[in-house]
């Protein structure tokens, strides 16, 4: 079952790479022309809306990430809707890959914050208040939940895409096999996979999205 989710090579070429690459040749350019078509349309309206919504609580300062995250949003869209495809592989399953996305972009938020208000980032390793003897101890676990948020983005993204594809894979398995011994709990078990499916869709798009919203907040904190 594990199988979908190894690195494969092709004639020397990892296939990782193709799948790397894919997403930015289905979405159309913009053209020197007064009119544009409807899905460049949409798609401008689509990424218009998502940016505004996204970085309204953030300073002004902050609004030239919009460009970077944005992308960044569409791109993760597009691999994960792509993995669901039949014979497809999904780079996001990997947490290797999502880990090289977490952790520069976490860090750079951290390094944002110490630049430009350092002694506004250090006092959130420290609650207004704290008792003395508390503080050390304090100091230390939200250190280590600092450390800990480039973890959870990559954790959280690779666990709910691996999730996924291993129920549809176990579930489209057992209709297969079921098929030819009880029709009827076949039919049943197609019909849950279908919803899981549709359900996949959806854990795709929110993920992708969930990523990019919490790079925001640790933007916005900085």
């Not at 009119?35 to 309204?56: G, K, P, V």
């Not at 495809?85 to 999904?90: C, D």
């Not at 480039?150 to 098929?179: D, E, M």
Request: net charge neutral; aromatic share 10%.
């Amino acid at each position: 079952f594990f199988d979908q989710f190894s690195l494969t090579v092709f004639m020397g070429i990892p296939l990782i790479t193709l799948a790397l690459a894919l997403p930015w040749i289905l979405y159309p350019v913009p053209q020197n022309r007064c009119l544009d078509s409807r899905l460049l349309t949409l798609q401008a309206w689509a990424i218009r809306q998502f940016t505004h919504q996204l970085f309204t609580p953030i300073s002004p300062n902050g609004h030239k990430w919009a460009l970077l995250l944005a992308s960044f949003l569409v791109f993760l869209v597009t691999l994960n809707l792509l993995g669901i495809l039949p014979y497809t592989f999904t780079p996001t399953t990997q947490l290797s890959m999502n880990m090289g996305f977490a952790v520069p972009l976490w860090l750079a938020t951290v390094l944002i914050g110490v630049r430009h208000q350092p002694t506004h980032t250090m006092a959130h390793l420290l609650p207004v208040g704290t008792p003395v003897p508390l503080i050390p101890v304090l100091i230390l676990i939200e250190t280590i939940s600092l450390f800990i948020r480039p973890i959870a983005l990559g954790v959280r993204l690779t666990a709910n895409l691996t999730a996924g594809h291993l129920l549809i894979q176990l579930i489209s398995t057992a209709a297969f096999y079921l098929c030819f011994i009880m029709p009827a709990i076949s039919a049943l078990t197609m019909i849950l996979l279908l919803l899981l499916s549709i359900l996949e869709l959806a854990v795709a798009m929110i993920q992708a999205y969930v990523f990019v919203l919490l790079v925001s907040l640790y933007l916005q904190e900085s």
